[in-house]
Structure formats: C-alpha cells, structure tokens
C-alpha cells in the first residue's frame, strides 16, 4: 500500500479540522496554514474531539501520532508534503488563487486534493502550472470518522494522479470511490441537495418542524442508508421479485407531481429565523461541540456495529474499520518484540466505548469475551499464528472459557489487558488474562482459556508446527517461574 508520508493542510476549518485529525491520527505529520486568529484553538478542539472518538472506535494499535505544525505561510506548509489539501471557502476566485500559489510551491510530485462540495476539478485548475496533478477529493464531516472520500479529475488531471489518490486512502481508514465523470456536486452532494430542497419546503409550508423531519429520517430511512444505501434497500422493499418489481410498482408514482425538488425555496429572513427557532429548540441548550460528541460517539457504535456484521465479515463502513485494523494490527506485530518475558505479557490497550455499555451502565457482558479475544489474538500474532498463518489452513481455536468480573468498566475509561501463560504442549495453550482500568491499576476482570492448535481444513486438532513452537517455549518457561495468579481452576459456585 502506498502511503502518504506528510500532509499539508490548507484551511483548517470544519473540514480543514478534520482532514488535520484524519492523518494525524494515521501518524503522518500535517503543516496546517489557515490565517484565522483562532485556526489553533479550533483545531486542537476538533483533534481533542477526534481523539475521544479513536479512542472508542478502536482498540487496534494507532501508529503513533503525526506531529502539527501551524505555519506562517502557505509555501512553508506544502514545501516538502507529498499531499496538500485545500480545505478554504467554497469560492471558485479564493480556491483558484490558493490552488495555483499551492502549486507553485509545492514539491512536483506532490497530490493536490481540494475538498469542495461542488465545484467542477476543470474550473479549479485553470490557472494551474501543473493543473494534471489536481484532484477533488470531496470528504464527508466529521472527516476523521466517515471514510468516503469522492475522488474527481479535471479535463486536465492525469489517470496516474487519480490512481495514487486513491491508493492512498485505505491506509489511513478512508475509501476512495472514483467519480467517472465530473459534474457539480458529484454524487453525495447532489443526493443531499435534492433530500435539502424538499425538506425546506416541508417547513416554508408548514408540513412539520425541523425536529420532526430529522426523527422521519433518523427511526427509518437514515438507519437503512447507513448500512445498505438507497439501490440495495430497495431491492429488498421489492420483496422476492426484487428490484425489477420494485421499479415497476413504485416508478410510476415518479410522475406524480408530489415533490417540489426542481423549485428552490427563498431563503428569505422569515424562513431562516423559523428554521434558527426550530433548531434551537431541537438542540436543547447542548453546543455544538457537545453534539459533535454525541454524533461521534453514534458513529463510533454504527461502525463497530457494522463491523460485526455479514456474520462476522464485516459489512459497509464496518468492513473497511476491519480491513484498517487488520492493517494495524499487522504492522504492529512486525514491529513488537518480545523484550519482558519474565512477567505477564501487556497485550491490549483499549476504551470502554459506547456500543459496549449497558443497561447498568458499565461494559457489558459480552465485551469482555472480545476483550480477552483480542487478548488471545494478539498472543497468537506474537508467537507467529497471524492472518497469512491462519490463511494457510492453521490456526488456535479456544474451546473452554472461565471468566470472573472483580470490577466495573465504565463507559470512556482506559483499560488493558495481560496474559499469563500456564502451561503449554505442541497442541494447547492454557492462558490466564487479566483485565486492569489503567489509570488506577484495579484487576476488573480474569479469563482462563484453554486454546486447541488445529488444522481449519480437515476440522481437527493438529500439532503446531515448530516455527511457532519455538516461541511458545520461552514465554511458557519464563512464566512457569511466576507465581499462578489468584483464580487459576475456579468454577462457577467455588467457595472463596
Ligand atoms: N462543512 C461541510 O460540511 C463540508 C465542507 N466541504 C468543503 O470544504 C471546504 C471548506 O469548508 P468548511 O471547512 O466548512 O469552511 P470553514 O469556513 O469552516 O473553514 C474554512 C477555513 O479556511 C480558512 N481560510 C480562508 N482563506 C484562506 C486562505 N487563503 N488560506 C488558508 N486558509 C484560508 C478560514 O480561516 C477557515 O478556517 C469548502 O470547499 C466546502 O465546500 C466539504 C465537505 C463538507
Ligand atoms: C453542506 N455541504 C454541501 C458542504 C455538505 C458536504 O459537502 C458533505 C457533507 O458532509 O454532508
């Protein structure tokens, strides 16, 4: 996979903000220019933000995190970036003169996005020198969280320009999709300006509130979309004759002149002040950075969510977080070694986050069981059963599990986990792992597992083969000298 080595960012607005976050949280070092007074203060705010939110997205290891740097000016932030965003006001006469200076000092090789929401990539490059290296790469707010990216060339921009963008987005959590054509407001924007359009006359008329629009959106269709988009959810609705059904059956209505999607509503100052009344009131005191915290902490959910789905697989957004960590975790088994044997091994840091808490407030149940999964998985990385192992037709399978719950893990707070090694032959690995809240040292939680080496292909036990044996056998020597930790053998009803 290609990678960005360094970024540029110029604006560090909403978007600039979260473009800033996104490859800083990659571990790519960013240069940030954006004249306002206050650019360092809002965006530390949006990183803050972005931080909570990896914090709960992930319990993969993230690369350590890119170094910021606010700079004076726009030719010392892109002088040795390999890729600029442009990120200022959507106005065609600011983004032309701030892509062409970008241009005249940025390296040659280097990729120039801009994030516009509609103008056409032909339009921006005109006055450029070297107009065949400019791209729209249009993101999504909050930019750190959704992966999408619309990737758009000009009349002049070259195919070898749309390929390196868009072989650069999956390692840093996003998906590239190539507009074919460039047209206003490519695809995203035009759907949402066309849901906006009507929306607004729902309200001019009177047909409802703000706030009753969003709950239309939010208890039905906006949950669909999020998972399946608008084709797919359709053929479903189209029941077991599917799509073609479904069109001749809801096409027609098409004709019927229910929208008013072509007529654009005035804004005029009656409109905007109900409208600001009616957000206000559906806001209830909360600011706009609370809200950005809640939506984030929604997301997060949605995409752990959509992680686990398609049985496991992954589905949508879910299946690119998979896809990113599996990249994480795998650079990061290269990179860890083995130094301190002699005591339990620290193997995961993570976050209580939202999708994991319950009814009782504290993580439930079943989080637990990942946690001490992931535990497993990253022994497993360290003594060589990684994805390629496991892809040849090995793998460990747990087959006996004893957890006991000592404490409570709340929601936001630092935990991570260690392994013990109890015994160890060619087929099983008998572990003990610990759960600790970080910041006050508490076990909260212990797991006994007994884990079976097995060929996957023929369904059995099989002996490992040497290569892993052969780091099992330091760990299991080292750890048979600790003491065996409180808990070792407990069933369920023992008496303390
Ligand atoms: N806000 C949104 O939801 C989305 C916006 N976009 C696009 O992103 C771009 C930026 O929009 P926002 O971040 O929303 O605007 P914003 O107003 O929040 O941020 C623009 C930033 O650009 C800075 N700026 C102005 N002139 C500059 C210059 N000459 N050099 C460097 N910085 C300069 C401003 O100080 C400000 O911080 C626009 O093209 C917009 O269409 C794309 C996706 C979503
Ligand atoms: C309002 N907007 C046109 C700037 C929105 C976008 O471009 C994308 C988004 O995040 O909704």
New binding site residues.
């Given amino acids: 996979m290609t990678r960005i080595n360094k970024a540029a960012c110029?604006?560090?607005?909403?978007?600039?903000?979260g473009w800033i976050a996104r490859f800083l949280l990659a571990g790519i070092d960013v240069d940030v220019?954006?004249?306002?007074p206050e650019?360092t203060r809002?965006v530390s705010e949006v990183l803050a933000n972005a931080e909570k939110a990896y914090a709960m997205l992930t319990g993969a290891p993230l690369a350590p995190r890119g170094k910021l740097t606010f700079r004076e000016t726009?030719e010392q932030a892109v002088a040795d970036a390999d890729w600029i965003q442009e990120?200022?006001?959507?106005r065609l006469d600011?983004?032309r003169?701030?892509l062409t200076e970008i241009d005249k000092a940025a390296r040659p090789d280097a990729l120039i996005g801009?994030?516009?929401?509609?103008?056409l990539p032909t339009d921006l490059q005109r006055d450029m020198r070297h107009p065949e290296r400019l791209f729209v790469a249009?993101?999504?707010?909050p930019v750190y969280l959704l992966p999408l990216v619309e990737i758009v060339g000009g009349e002049k921009t070259s195919m070898e320009t749309i390929q390196a963008a868009m072989e650069r987005l999956p390692p840093i959590g996003m998906k590239g999709v190539h507009i074919a054509k460039e047209i206003e407001a490519f695809v995203g924007d035009r759907l949402l300006e066309a849901l906006w359009r009507e929306a607004l006359w729902l309200i001019k008329d009177d047909i409802c509130t703000v706030e009753t629009l969003d709950d239309v959106i939010r208890y039905s269709f906006g949950l669909r979309w999020a998972q399946m988009g608008l084709f797919q959810t359709y053929r479903i609705a189209g029941g077991e004759a599917g799509m073609r059904h479904f069109l001749a059956q809801f096409g027609p209505a098409l004709k019927w002149n229910w929208t008013k999607l072509m007529d654009v509503v005035d804004l005029d100052d009656a409109l905007v002040e109900k409208i600001g009344q009616q957000s206000d009131e559906q806001a209830d005191g909360l600011s706009i950075r609370e809200l950005e915290r809640i939506r984030d902490e929604n997301l997060v959910g949605i995409l752990q969510t959509l992680k686990g789905g398609h049985g496991g697989k992954g589905w949508g957004a879910g299946k690119l977080l998979k896809d990113f960590e599996e990249g994480l975790w795998a650079r990061a088994s290269g990179s860890k070694k083995l130094t301190d044997i002699a005591k339990p091994l620290r193997l995961i840091e993570t976050k209580v986050s939202p999708a994991w808490v319950d009814y009782n407030g504290h993580m439930t149940e079943h989080r637990y069981l990942q946690v001490f999964g992931d535990t497993s998985d990253a022994l497993l990385r360290l003594i060589g059963v990684d994805f390629a192992y496991v892809e040849r037709g090995h793998s460990y399978y747990t087959v006996e599990t004893h957890i006991r719950h000592l404490g409570e893990a709340k929601l936001g707070h630092a935990i991570h986990s260690t392994c013990q090694l109890l015994s160890a032959d060619d087929k099983r690995l008998q572990v003990f792992h610990t759960i600790y809240e970080t910041a006050t040292g508490e076990a909260i939680a212990t797991a006994e597992h007994m884990l079976l080496h097995v060929d996957a292909k023929a369904g059995k036990a099989a002996p490992a083969p040497e290569e892993v044996l052969s780091k099992i056998r330091p760990i299991a020597e080292a750890h048979a000298k600790l003491p065996v930790p409180d808990g070792v053998g407990r069933h369920v009803g023992q008496k303390r």
């Fill in positions: 110029i604006g560090g607005g909403v978007i600039g903000g220019f954006d004249p306002h650019a809002i726009l990120s200022v006001p959507e600011l983004k003169k701030v801009s994030s516009t929401s509609g103008l249009h993101p999504y707010n």
